[in-house]
Every structure is written in C-alpha cells, then in structure tokens.
C-alpha cells in the first residue's frame, strides 16, 4: 500500500464514521432520543455563563489529549491501532451531532451546523486525518529501521523524525485556532 491509498483510506473511514453517527441517530428510539433532544435544546437555547476562555480551555484539553495520543503512536506500537479509530470516532461525532441538530431544531438545526460545526471540522477532520496518517508512516520507518538496522534507514528516519515534530507542531497550532475559532462561535452565536 502506497502513501496515497493509506491517506485515502483514512479520509474514507471519517466518511464512513459521518455516515455512522447520522445512521445512529436517525436510528435511535425512545427515552434516551428525547433525553439527548432535550439536552441539545437546553444547551442552545439558554444562555450559557462560561466565557471565551472557559470554552477555549475545554476544547483545547480535549483535542490536545487526541494530538498526544497521535504524536505518540510510533513510539508506543499499540497506540497506531488508536489512528483509524480516531478517524472513525471524529467521524461518528460530526455525523451524530449534525444529524441530532436538524432532527430536533429543524431547518434552524442546519443554521446551528454551518454556525458551530462546520468551520472547526473543516479544520480538525482534514488535520487529524493527515496526523494520523503521518503517525502511521513514522511507526512503520520506525519498524523498518529496527528489523533491518541499516545506515541509510537510520539517516531517513532521522530526517523524517524531524519533519514529523515539525508538522505536529504546526497540526498543534492549527488545533490551538480550531479551539478559538470554536470558543469564539459558542460564545457570539449562542
């Protein structure tokens, strides 16, 4: 399998996750439905007295969690297993939440979606997926240079070791704006 496919792949188990979160909800019954609408009602249509930076904080605990587990990936073997499903799981949110936002607000719900979804997954599902797949490349030259313990694999793994701070630094940055941008629309538009 080549760079392109396993990038492909990862996109392709977001959609799959996308796709999976809207089934889900669309597919739930009963009192745990109504439960789940009538939060999502009480969350967005009461004003809320956390401010920007409380917001800011929550969200940039959160997904600097996820960044870690990423950035870790090649050094602890079993946390790789952790970037599909990561794929999967941000996936399976976006889907979820969209769908439970239209099911319980109606045409307002799709205002709710471009407002307080839409712009921080635009950033963070492109960007973990290229994390994810970056952790995987790096595990596997990591991998590689262990069985075969050649010169030339340990100089290619030093220059990508350093290419991949680099752009995990730069993926933290991007994360650290996301959470703005996300701490800035929860606190302006609800």
Same mark, same amino acid.
């Given at each position: ?40 009602s ?21 997904? /600097?969690?996820?960044? +870690? @587990?990423?950035? =870790? ?5 079993? %946390?790789? #297993?952790? !970037? ?25 719900? /799709?205002?709710?979606? +471009? @407002?307080?979804? =839409? ?5 963070? %599902?492109? #960007?973990? !997926? ?18 075969w ?7 290619a793994?030093?220059?990508? @070791? ?10 933290? #940055? ?7 941008i ?9």
């Amino acid at each position: 399998m080549n760079k392109k496919q396993l990038l492909i792949i990862l996109i392709f188990i977001s959609a799959i996750g996308i796709c999976t979160g809207a089934f889900f909800e669309v597919n739930m019954h009963g009192s745990g439905k109504e439960q789940m609408m009538t939060v999502v009602s009480s969350f967005l249509s009461t004003k809320d007295i956390q401010g920007f930076a409380s917001y800011f904080t929550a969200s940039l605990s959160n997904w /600097s969690k996820i960044w +870690l @587990a990423l950035f =870790l990936c090649p050094i602890i073997p079993f %946390l790789t #297993l952790f !970037c599909p499903v990561a794929c999967m799981f941000m996936g399976i949110t976006i889907g979820f939440s969209s769908t439970m936002l239209v099911e319980t607000f109606g045409p307002k719900g /799709s205002l709710y979606i +471009l @407002a307080t979804i =839409l712009p921080q997954s635009l950033i963070r %599902l492109p #960007l973990i !997926c290229f994390l994810c797949f970056l952790s995987i490349q790096m595990a596997l030259l990591i991998s590689k240079c262990l069985i075969w313990k050649k010169k030339q694999n340990n100089n290619a793994l030093r220059e990508f @070791a350093r290419h991949y701070i680099l752009t995990y630094l730069l993926g933290l #940055l991007i994360l650290i704006i996301s959470c703005l941008i996300e701490a800035f629309l929860m606190q302006v538009l609800l």
